[in-house]
Nanobody, 120 residues
Framework: QVQLQESGPGLVKPSQTLSLTCTVS??????????WTWIRQPPGKGLEWMGA???????YYSPSLKSRTSISRDTSKNHFTLQLSSVTPEDTAVYYC????????????WGQGTQVFVSS
């Protein structure tokens, strides 16, 4: 079955870069009917779409985060990654990776989420 799992540091200092990895099993990240996305949820707030990488490698970003966000993939490891630079305490959130299926245009699989604190 398809599974996604986030990994990375739970604590990042302000001004540093947050790097997270989503490990995908059960399906290739190059399968040509999916987008692979990053979503976050700050405490007490709603879900925020951050960006996505298409099966082809094309990337798309939230306008509010575009200048600080980079999404990439490692096809040999079946990973896709998130880098968020110049973090502040407002970037504290639970970070999720999730799959979007083109046919349904919905999130059909999610990782469990990983809590990231930004603090000195």
């Amino acid at each position: 079955q398809v599974q996604l799992q986030e990994s990375g540091p739970g604590l990042v200092k302000p001004s540093q870069t947050l790097s997270l990895t989503c490990t995908v099993s059960g399906v290739s990240v190059t399968t040509n009917v999916y987008y692979w996305t990053w979503i976050r949820q700050p405490p007490g707030k709603g879900l925020e779409w951050m960006g996505a990488i298409r099966y082809s490698g094309s990337t798309y970003y939230s306008p509010s985060l575009k200048s600080r966000t980079s999404i990439s993939r490692d096809t040999s490891k079946n990973h896709f990654t998130l880098q968020l630079s110049s973090v502040t305490p407002e970037d504290t959130a639970v970070y999720y990776c999730a799959r979007v299926a083109l046919a349904s245009w919905s999130y059909d699989y999610w990782g469990q989420g990983t809590q990231v604190f930004v603090s000195s």
